[in-house]
């Protein structure tokens, strides 16, 4: 007999596990549903019992239903009355189709989903979108939320009036969804992402009929945050407010029967996209709720590639590909054209004009296209890169950086950012993230670390040498920077110190509400209230007063500084590589400016972009920019969501399965970060207890926060180095992924991803395991000890990170300054000159010796190892001990800057001794000021 499944517990408000607990709900609804029919033919009690167990999960599923169109009110409606008439076959054809539609998303193209049942006929692969050719041209669905204060009665008919406002012209077509509260608004946006717009009218209730506590909790304090009394009635444009905070990207309309004007009129009502008068006009308002899809839809270079595409071109430049006649008529190269199609060679070409626009001085459709992702990301101005973010870092470093300038900076950043430093002549100031030595990788740089540099510089006197802050947001293995807290800090010390937040990984954060104040423009915009904040002017006289007029520097680093809002000039900077979050061509990538300044710079920005990008940008490239704009705009918000669940769903399965867990393990935000840089008690995602309003307060308040979709597995307590786990995931199962540590994988979840691709790994996992458990126990005790040993050598033995010691003498200003900035650029040139520099084996005991009694060692260049991938050495750098002995004992086997055959490769000590030439590094370098006399600390 089959056991009739049981109702869980799961509750709206559980965001993390949304979705998915609605799919969830949905296949257990399903499964209940045929249990149902297949006990029909029971006597009656235990008939009953199943028909009651599907009522009980029909209801369950409800608290989620009300926030989506599909299958609407009236097929819930059939599904009750078909339970309740006992019909338990019609009962399970019914589910069978509505879960089917809404698995596929059949039911946004198929309007017969709509009618129930019939469809149950179609098969599987009729549903997935893009199985079938399609037939007419495809129509984006979207839904609508409706905010009303009308009864729930009412709800339907006017879902009808909204509907007959459809014209077959339309380029989108919608469904309204109804909420009745403030509280049911809020739920909807947070679970429901094929939301688009929203329309609110005014006199809606607050409270939701829903139980959703944290909700509430997390409402509560937010509201009386902003002064707003949950029991006024009025709170239309706080809602707006609210949910824009949320996403962004919605489109919000106001309905009122007050006088519109003066709502239109309110500075708070900036959020909403149109007021109306609410009885006036609803064509107007479809037509506007059309518009405003349309407008984040349009993609102005795509658009216009795919029109050149189509014209009939004669192409006397440079680029034979150019309409593909070249390869389409090869006798040897016609396969190219048949994996790529012809599309790709007739929307190439080199020409800029003709409806093409020029990369490097847009004035057409790029302009609009960067235009619309700066409205996007929230940026004052977005520029399209073609070549990767690494050229991206090295274009804003070269636009805001002089030679002598100094920059402080992440040692652990990546390579493009050192480069920079190079080519601009800046002074590199390294500043240490926290190193994870167990897993042989660095967490990010502490808030306490830069402010003490900047106070040092303070010290040295050269505190208006430094313009640039440099960062990596979040880093390579998940490490999320309080982004708003470190800049509000360092301008309290510095007002003008300029940041560029390296988002390589983290452009699809914008997406996400729980990330986007940890982004650098969530941050910026933040930061850009409270500095308008009559509050927080206040508060900072305060703390003024407090901290006196010549407040110590230890003083300074323990007090968590407010800035001088009247002197501060907030100049942010982000680059993000596109194409490693979002669907974008391979190096796709963008800077985004938040700069009141930006004008003071512009010129030299410009130049930036002329030394670095090509100029044959490659207009593919240049599309997917356009799209993923447009994909994020309309989709982010929920393929974002997906993303963050399925990396949850990772963690908890390899944490908690009972064979994968024995050897693998994901780690948690406590391993990665240590509890100093989470106060808010914060352990991990996954913890008993722990539910999104603790994150929420974490994201907030912690120092560092964990990216929850790069995921650490650590593979050494399995016996494997990172890179040899590596190598068998892409070898024996085609699973592919990027960075490996001594003991550990990196894993990462993106919009890519489905539960299958998780059901792969997971499965992979248990093979792995079971491997390993076969091995051990066949091999007897000998197999045991080597197991061990080769565990305890990769989990325990392992190499301290060595730290950056301090550029040689020659390369600094002066030698007593308690600050290690240092003239790069003069030590990575010295470096062209054979004769200023020797190799010598980095196992030969001359290395020991000079190490003992000198002369210095002192790198000639950049020496990287992969992983980790941060330079160990730069040029110009002292080599110590303790470098030499993480050296030594890296197994990996690329190692950039290195040749083990030929040695080390070291500026010589003929060269270190010489005379300086007057033309070095310095020449440029603004006179550093008196030194301040070391401050009381
Ligand atoms: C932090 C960081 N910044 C920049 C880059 C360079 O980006 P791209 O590959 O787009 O050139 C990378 C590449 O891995 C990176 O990890």
Known sequence: MTTAPKATGARVDQFFAGVETRFDRWRSLLQAARAWEGAASQQRPENEKYQAVVSASVAELRQWEDFFAYPGQALLKTLDERIASGDAGGTARLVQSLSAALLTHSYRTNLADWEGEEQSRIGLAERVPGAGEETVPHRPYFEVLVVSPARPAAWSELGQELRKLRRPQDKFIYEPVFVGSFEDAVLATILNGSLEAVMIYEGIPFASPHHSPVLREVLASHLAASGIDANSGQYGLALAQGLKQLRPELDIYFLSDREVEKVAGDTSAACVRRVFYQVEEPLELHLSILDGIGD?????????????????????????????????????????????????????????????????????????????????????????????????????????????????????????????????????????????????????????????????????????????????????????????????????????????WDEAWFGFARWSPFYRRRTAMGAAAILERKFKDPAYHQAYREQEKKLGSNPSDKVLLETRLLANPDKVRLRVYQTNSTHKSMSCLRQGSMVLVKDPDYHTVEEQFHEAVFTHASTSPNLQIIASLDIARRQMELEGYELVNRSIQLALDVRREVNSHPLVSKYFHVLGADEMIPAEFRTSGFIDYLTPGTNWAKAVEALREDEFALDVTRLTLVCGSAGFDGTQFKNVLAADYDIQLNKTSRNSVLLQTNINNTRSDIAQLIKVLVEISQGIEKKLADGGSAAQQAFTARVKSLMTDVPNLPNFTSFFSRFREDTSSI???????????????????????????????????????????????????????????????????????????????????????????????????????????????????????
């Open 296 to 500: 984040r839809y349009d993609t102005p270079y795509f658009d216009n590639l795919q029109k050149y595409a189509q014209r009939p071109m004669g192409t006397f430049h440079a680029l034979p590909i150019a309409r593909g006649k070249s390869i389409f008529k090869s006798n040897w190269i016609r396969d190219m054209g048949q994996f790529y199609g012809l599309n790709l060679f007739l929307a190439e070409s080199s020409a800029t004009t003709g409806g093409l626009d020029s990369l490097l001085e847009p004035t057409g459709n790029i302009k609009v296209a960067q235009e619309k992702a700066a409205r996007a990301f929230g940026a004052d101005h977005v520029f399209f890169v073609t070549n990767g973010t690494s050229t991206s870092n090295k274009m804003v470093e070269q636009a805001l950086l002089a030679p002598g300038d100094i920059m402080l900076v992440d040692r652990n950043c990546h390579k493009s950012h050192h480069y920079g430093g190079v080519l601009a002549g800046a002074f590199p100031l390294y500043v240490e993230a926290y190193p994870l030595t167990q897993y042989s990788m660095y967490g990010a740089v502490p808030l306490r670390t830069i402010k003490k540099a900047l106070l040092d510089l303070k010290t040295e006197g050269k505190l208006d040498r430094a313009r640039l802050l440099v960062l990596t947001n979040c880093t390579f293995d998940g490490h999320i920077y309080n982004v708003g807290r470190v800049m509000e800090e360092c301008l309290a010390i510095k007002p003008d110190l300029i940041f560029l």
């Open 819 to 937: 600050t290690t900035e240092g003239d790069m650029r003069s030590a990575f040139f010295a470096a062209y000159r054979e004769k200023q520099c020797e190799h010598i084996n980095l196992f030969s005991p001359e290395v020991d010796k000079r190490l003992k009694e000198g002369p210095e060692l002192v790198s000639a260049n950049f020496v990287i190892p992969y992983p980790p991938g941060f330079p160990i050495m730069v040029p110009g750098q002292v080599i110590d001990a303790e470098t030499i002995g993480f050296m030594r004992k890296l197994d990996v086997k690329e190692i950039h800057g290195y040749s083990a055959t030929l040695g080390l490769k070291l500026l010589n000590p003929a060269f270190l001794k010489s005379e300086k030439p007057p033309s070095s590094g310095f020449a440029n370098a603004p006179k550093t000021a008196k030194r301040k006399s070391a401050a009381a600390d």
